[in-house]
């Protein structure tokens, strides 16, 4: 015991000198309030703009003028995406089967084409499960469909042309040709009212 003892003190000894202690005296603590930069505001659609929105919100209610794009009436909620869940028939179906009141946004493929369809009287055309794999969104004089399960690639896409054929809307879709299209995007919306 007395060795290990010894031992301390001379370890003591040698670290702890005479010699006075420099310290170096540190500036008050002060809070650094950071505030992160608000976040940016991811948009709501990759296809439209909130004018497009504001569009669409007065044609829902008939209106003769569009809505400010601060005073949209209406939430556009995003239910299915293309470039993000895909583009065969059977994903429409899978995602938004059941949902009312939506509205379909597809970009023309090859053009700056945007159309959007929603109608209030035949809503989606219902297909057959077995007619799923091949048939999508079907608005009276809209149809989406595909033989290779991908509405981007092979021109299944189709709107009446022909005012004689016009049976549903009051307007023509899409005023130009080809009658046969394909897409590059399209959105489905749900739209819920806020006001």
């Known amino acids: 015991m007395s060795s290990s003892?010894?031992?301390?003190?001379?370890?003591?000894?040698?670290?702890?000198?005479?010699?006075?202690?420099?310290?170096?005296?540190?500036p008050p603590r002060t809070t650094?309030?950071?505030?992160?930069?608000?976040?940016?505001?991811?948009?709501?659609?990759t296809i439209i703009s909130e004018?497009?929105?504001?569009?669409i919100s007065a044609w829902i209610d008939r209106k003769t003028s569009n809505y400010a794009t601060t005073n949209i009436p209406y939430d556009f909620q995003l239910i299915l995406l293309g470039t993000r869940d895909g583009f065969a028939p059977q994903t429409f179906w899978n995602i938004c089967n059941g949902h009312s009141n939506t509205v379909v946004i597809a970009r023309v493929k090859g053009t700056d084409e945007i159309i959007w369809v929603n109608d209030t009287k035949r809503a989606i055309f219902n297909v057959e499960k077995n007619y799923q794999n091949k048939y999508g969104p079907n608005f009276g004089?809209?149809?989406?469909?595909?033989?290779?399960?991908?509405?981007?690639?092979?021109?299944?896409?189709?709107?009446?042309?022909?005012i004689?054929?016009?049976?549903?809307?009051?307007?023509?879709i899409r005023p130009s040709l080809p009658l046969y299209f394909s897409i590059i995007n399209y959105e489905v919306f749900k739209i819920v009212r806020t006001i």
């Open 5 to 26: 003892y010894s031992l301390l003190s001379t370890f003591k000894r040698r670290t702890l000198s005479d010699r006075p202690v420099n310290s170096v005296i540190l």
């Open 51 to 55: 004018e497009h929105a504001a569009e």
């Open 141 to 162: 004089d809209f149809r989406m469909s595909s033989d290779k399960s991908n509405f981007t690639l092979d021109d299944g896409c189709y709107c009446k042309n022909d």
């Open 32 to 45: 650094l309030i950071t505030e992160l930069p608000p976040c940016a505001k991811e948009p709501f659609s």
């Open 164 to 172: 004689s054929l016009f049976r549903y809307y009051e307007k023509q």
